[in-house]
């Protein structure tokens, strides 16, 4: 099963799952405030799950 992360625009194959249900609260709104089209149940990609996180602790 093929999930496309809608974050950063690319599908991921193979047992990748979308991380929304794991994603903390603040990364949540980190993501909304950067893309407020998104919403939790789009999932999204370890790779922007990692990004973000690392955003958060940058501030
Ligand atoms: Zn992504």
Redesign the pocket.
């Known amino acids: 099963m093929e999930y496309k ?1 809608d ?2 625009k ?1 599908s991921i194959s193979g047992g990748v799952l979308p991380y929304s249900e794991h994603v903390e609260d603040h990364i949540m709104e980190l993501i909304k405030a950067r893309h407020p089209d998104w919403v939790e149940t789009d999932g ?2 370890k ?2 799950y990692e990004y973000y996180k690392n955003e958060l602790r940058g501030k």
């Open positions: 992360c974050l950063c690319k999204i990609c790779k922007c």
